[in-house]
C-alpha cells in the first residue's frame, strides 16, 4: 500500500477532478443515464457520498475547514467492480498452451493444493488485494478454494482494508483430485460456518460456490441451493458454458437437463444476486431464463480469448434483460486490470458484429457489475448514501497516450482511450470508504471558511 496520506481525523472531504458516473445504462437508458461533471466534485462524509456534480454547487456544501483532494486534470470514477475473479490462481496466471479441462488439471488443481496451507493464503490474499486496488478494483466476487481456510484468509484480509467483498469456498465433490474434494455434506456444513462467520460482517458478502457442474454431484448442488434458501441475501457464483467440452461433459453427466443453465435452474440457482462467468454457449431460451429469475453473467474476455473459449454475446445478453458485469478471471484471464480487460471485451464485442461504446463499458465496470453482483444499493456510483469507493485515472498515463489524447475532439473519444490505451498506470489513486488505499494523494488546503 503506497497512500501517502490519510484522510486526517476529519470525517469529511471535497475531492475534486473530472467525473463520470452512471444511474443506468447509457446504451439502453439514454444520456439521462451519464453525469459527467468535467469540472466535477464529490463531497464524502464518514465515507459516503453526501453531493456529487460541478464544483460550483458542491463547494457551497462543504462545512469550512472541510479537507480538499485535489485531482484536477483526472478522471475519477466508481471504484471497479471485478465480477469473476480466482485469488487462488493468483501465481498460475497465463500458464501455456490449454483449453479449459486440460488447464484445470494441469495448472489450476495443483496450484489450489496450496492453499490448504493457512499461511500460504494470507499471503496471497494479501498481494491478490494490493494487486486489485493497484488496478482500481474495489470491490470483487471471489473464488477461493476448497479449504474453508483460503475463505478465512481471504475475508480476513479484505476485513483489514474494509473492502466491500464477496467470495465464498468452492463446493467440489467429484472428478477432481482427492486432495481437492469435499463432500456433499462437509461443502455444506463448512459453507454455513462460512456464512455465520463472514457474510454481512462489516462489508463483506458470502456467495455460495459451487465450481461448475462437472465438479459436484446432484446432492452436493442440491445442498448448495438449500444454503441459498437457509440464507437469504447470501450471492451465488459459478461457471457456465465456458467452453465446448465442457458443454459435452455437462451433458453426459445431466442427461435429463435441457441445457447446461438448466442443471443450476433445477437447484433454485438463478436468481437474484447469482452471476456466473462466461455464458458464452448459452441459447435464447437460457438467457431468457436469466433475465426472467435475475441471475447476472460475468463477461470475462482475456480469459475466454486466451483459453480459447469462445466469443461472450454481450448484445444478445443485454437484448434479452440480462445484468452483465465484467470479470478478469484471473488465473485464466490474463490481467487483473479491468481496464485492459475492457480493451479485450470491445474487440471481442467486434467478432461479434457489434460495438462496445465507452460509455457502456465504463458503465459495465461500475455500476453494471454492481449490479451484477446486487450490491448497487451499496456501490456502482456517486449517488448520495453510496460507499465513496473510487478511482482516480490519469488520462496522461504513457506517453503515448498523452500524444494520442491531444488528437482526442471529445470526451467521447478520449473516454475511448482510456478504455483502449490504459493499464494499471492510468490508475493514479483509489480510494476506499473515503480514504486513499493505493497511490499518491496529496491533500489541498481546507475549505475556506
Ligand atoms: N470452470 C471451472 N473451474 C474454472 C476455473 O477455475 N476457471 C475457469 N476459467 N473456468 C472454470
Ligand atoms: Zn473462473
Given at each position: 500500500m503506497n497512500a501517502s496520506v490519510a484522510v486526517s481525523g476529519n470525517a469529511s472531504l471535497v475531492v475534486l477532478g473530472e467525473i463520470l458516473h452512471f444511474t443506468g445504462d447509457p446504451s439502453q437508458d439514454g444520456s439521462a443515464a451519464t453525469h459527467h461533471h468535467a469540472d466535477g466534485a464529490l463531497l464524502i462524509r464518514d465515507g459516503r457520498i453526501v453531493a456529487a456534480g460541478d464544483a460550483s454547487t458542491v463547494m457551497p456544501l462543504a462545512d469550512p475547514g472541510t479537507q480538499i483532494a485535489d485531482h484536477r486534470g483526472m478522471l475519477i470514477l466508481p471504484g471497479f467492480v471485478d465480477t469473476h475473479v480466482h485469488y487462488s490462481q493468483t501465481d498460475i496466471i497465463t500458464s501455456y498452451g490449454e483449453q479449459l479441462l486440460d488447464w484445470l488439471e494441469r495448472f489450476t488443481f495443483p496450484a489450489e493444493r496450496a492453499f490448504a496451507d493457512p499461511a500460504h493464503a494470507a499471503e496471497v490474499a494479501e498481494f491478490f488485494l494490493d494487486e486489485l486496488l493497484k488496478n482500481g478494483t474495489t470491490t470483487a466476487a471471489v473464488f477461493t478454494t476448497v479449504h474453508p481456510e483460503s475463505t478465512d484468509a481471504f475475508f480476513a484480509a479484505a476485513s483489514k482494508r474494509n473492502l466491500r467483498m464477496a467470495a465464498g469456498k468452492v463446493l467440489m465433490d467429484r472428478n477432481c483430485p482427492e486432495f481437492l474434494r469435499d463432500t456433499a455434506e462437509s461443502g455444506y456444513e463448512q459453507s454455513a460456518q462460512l456464512i455465520e462467520r463472514w457474510?454481512?460482517?462489516?462489508?463483506l458478502s458470502y456467495a455460495v460456490t459451487p465450481r461448475f457442474a462437472p465438479t459436484s454431484t446432484e446432492r452436493q448442488l442440491e445442498l448448495a441451493g438449500r444454503l441459498l434458501e437457509e440464507h437469504p441475501g447470501v450471492l451465488l457464483q459459478s461457471h457456465v458454458a465456458e467452453n465446448q467440452g465442457e458443454v459435452a461433459w455437462v451433458a453426459e453427466l445431466f442427461p435429463w437437463a435441457r441445457s447446461y443453465l438448466d442443471v443450476y435452474d433445477r437447484y433454485g440457482m438463478l436468481r437474484k444476486g447469482a452471476v456466473f462467468a462466461h455464458?458464452?454457449?448459452?441459447?435464447d431460451a437460457d438467457r431468457r431464463r436469466m433475465a426472467a429469475t435475475g441471475a447476472a453473467m460475468s463477461f470475462c474476455a482475456t480469459s475466454n480469448l486466451f483459453l480459447g473459449s469462445g466469443l461472450f454475446d454481450l448484445h444478445a445478453a443485454r437484448a434479452a434483460g440480462v445484468e452483465v458485469g465484467i470479470g478478469t478471471d484471473v488465473g485464466g484471464g490474463t490481467a487483473f486490470s479491468m481496464l485492459r480487460t475492457l480493451n479485450e471485451s470491445y474487440k471481442v464485442t467486434q467478432l461479434r458484429g457489434h460495438r462496445l461504446p465507452a460509455l457502456q463499458g465504463f458503465y459495465l465496470i461500475t455500476l453494471g457489475g454492481a449490479r451484477a453482483l446486487g450490491l448497487d444499493g451499496h456501490i456502482?456510483?456517486?449517488?448520495?448514501?453510496?460507499?465513496a469507493d473510487f478511482v482516480v485515472l490519469d488520462p496522461e498515463s504513457s506517453p503515448l497516450r498523452a500524444r494520442r489524447n491531444r488528437l482526442a475532439k471529445s470526451f467521447d473519444e478520449r473516454l475511448f482511450l482510456a478504455m483502449m490505451l490504459s493499464?494499471?498506470?492510468?490508475?493514479h489513486a483509489t480510494y476506499v470508504m473515503g480514504e486513499p488505499k493505493w497511490g499518491q494523494v496529496r491533500f489541498a488546503d481546507a475549505v475556506a471558511t
Open positions: 457474510h454481512n460482517k462489516g462489508r455464458c458464452i454457449h448459452l441459447d456502482g456510483n456517486f449517488e448520495p448514501g453510496k460507499e493499464d494499471d498506470r492510468a490508475v
